[in-house]
């Protein structure tokens, strides 16, 4: 059974830039959250989609903003690229409600 | 609102000496609780979870950890470390109501060196 797909992997970005990172949660799960991990804040919730409805979402900007498909995968993007929105992005997908959460590899953005 | 705090950044065990990650909760409701490990260049994986049934919950690759609701605790311990332990890990608490996984807040990570 194939894990959470993240892509891409790697991605360089130069400042004010927009960028879009996908995320293909395992098969027959409906929730897809996403996650930031930056060496200075640790790893912070950003949003959670549920049949493609966004059901709960964290403390970031407007530029941060993500969707989910009907096929359940899910992209978010980030709008004006700023230096400190270099991280490693992670994404988690579950099948239901209280059901342990699998995550996947990450995208690491680096914004020049 | 929901928190955790991980006592310590950094950990170093001796190979086949017990293991102890430490970390304190808080929640306004009673709550759900994970520990998740992170192996340089891999994903989270989930170790273990607690979800108001036994205090005292195993997980995979030998680690446990006991639900303290008089200490607001959660600490995490395997008896003897292995080499493959050394990695980061994190304390989590669930964000929403009934253990979902949806919302997860982390702690800042513990991370764990394992010496021959």
Redo the contacts between chains.
Sequence with gaps: KA??TQTPRYLIKTRGQQVTLSCSPISGHR?V?W?QQTPGQ????LF?Y?SETQ??K?NFPGRFSGRQFSNSRSEMNVSTLELGDSALY?C?S?RA??????????TRLTVV | AQSVTQLDSHVSVSEGTPVLLRCNYSSSYSPSLFWYVQHPNKGLQLLLKYTSAATLVKGINGFEAEFKKSETSFHLTKPSAHMSDAAEYFCVVSGGYGGSQGNLIFGKGTKLSVKP
Excluded: D, M
Aim: proline share 0%; aromatic share 18%; charged share 15%.
């Design positions: 894990g959470v929730s959250s996650y640790g790893l912070q919730f959670e549920f059901r709960n964290g992670l988690a579950s409600e209280n059901t342990e959460a699998f995550f996947g590899q990450g």
